[in-house]
């Protein structure tokens, strides 16, 4: 079966400046990523702000270049689509749904836009397609005339799940879809979600640092640290039997989490993780609970094995 969603060896290097004086510096923030997500599955990505898990969704909806390494949708090179081709297979939807619709539109139009970009459909045809999207998001042909400011943030969730929908496409990538939500409007939109991957066949690329919500919705989970992926596992595996020590450490957090920070406390000492500053050997050894002596100076090599993957000299 052709994978949804297929990256091989993929990469993304950024040059930042962390000071106006300082030189630039060379961030790896996806780091020869490779997997597959079968179609009509869920892959949760988790991890801390600054894993890299944005820029592997950016480079998935072909909003950014590789620095190498291929992304293949549906079977075809990203790199070889036109946007529009594009559009119509792969569709985001992002955290804040009150910066990604534009105040000055009505929510029609806003849902129309992808249609009217595609060219060549008729102002009949866009409404049909418009309105299906609403009904399919559970909002009234009504709110449909209103503006994003008129709606609440659940709702203007639902508009941009609804944008997303309107060119029928076979995946959707979410990155942090319902973090901006209060938590009684996190479930539904989740659950909205899980209702609209079963009706339609979706496959999702779903983004979150927030592990309950990961749990909730995913198939598949994959666990990243600082560009790579060091578990994925199937979900019910993954919670039940964690084998990496980071993914043992994020699944500790969310018994004792740090509220407002949005970035889990793992209960390991402040070292914060910094992409612009990987340590060397395992990348997780200045903060890992279980290192031994060659932790600090060799990489290890990611294990394949039919529970999944795992980047740990002691798995
Ligand atoms: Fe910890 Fe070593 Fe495993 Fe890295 S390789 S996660 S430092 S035990
Ligand atoms: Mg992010």
Redesign the pocket.
Same mark, same amino acid.
């Given at each position: 079966m052709t994978a949804a969603i297929e990256v091989r060896g993929l990469r993304r290097e950024f040059r930042v400046r962390q000071g106006v004086f300082a030189p630039p510096k060379r961030v790896i923030a996806v780091d020869d990523v490779s997997f597959a997500v079968p179609p009509g599955s869920v892959l949760g990505v988790v991890g801390e702000s600054g894993c890299g898990k944005s820029t592997l969704a950016r480079l998935i909806l072909g909003l950014l270049e590789p620095s190498a390494g291929d992304v293949v949708v549906d079977g075809q090179r990203l790199s070889a689509m036109d946007r529009r081709a594009r559009a119509r297979l792969i569709q985001p939807v992002f955290q804040d749904p009150f910066a990604s619709l534009n105040p000055k539109r009505r929510v029609r139009d806003i849902v129309a836009m992808p249609l009217i970009a595609q060219g060549d459909i008729s102002g009949h045809d866009i409404d049909r397609r418009v309105n299906e999207a609403l009904e399919r998001v559970g909002l009234s042909p009504d709110q449909g005339t209103r503006y994003p400011a008129q709606l609440s943030g659940g709702q203007r969730q639902r508009v941009a799940i609804a944008r997303a929908l309107v060119l029928r496409p076979r995946i959707v990538v979410c990155d942090e879809p319902t973090s901006a939500l209060d938590v009684s409007v996190q479930a539904q939109i989740l659950n909205l979600l899980a209702e609209l991957r079963r009706d339609l066949g979706l496959t999702y690329l779903f983004i979150s640092h927030n592990l309950a919500v990961v749990e909730h919705i995913a198939t598949e989970v994959a666990v990243m640290y600082l560009g790579r992926i060091?578990e994925r596992a199937e979900s019910e595996t993954l919670f039940a039997a964690p084998r990496? +020590?980071?993914t043992r450490a994020l699944l500790a957090s969310v018994l004792t989490p740090e509220p407002g920070l949005g970035v889990p406390d793992v209960g390991l000492g402040d070292v914060m993780p910094d992409p612009a500053n990987i340590p060397p050997?395992?990348?997780?050894?200045p903060r =890992? +609970?279980?290192?031994?002596a060659?932790?600090a100076t060799e990489a +290890?090599r990611p294990a394949n094995d039919a529970a999944g993957l795992v980047? =740990?000299?002691?798995?």
């Open positions: 060091v990496h +020590p980071y050997g395992c990348r997780f050894h =890992c +609970p279980v290192a031994i060659k932790c +290890p980047e =740990c000299h002691l798995a």
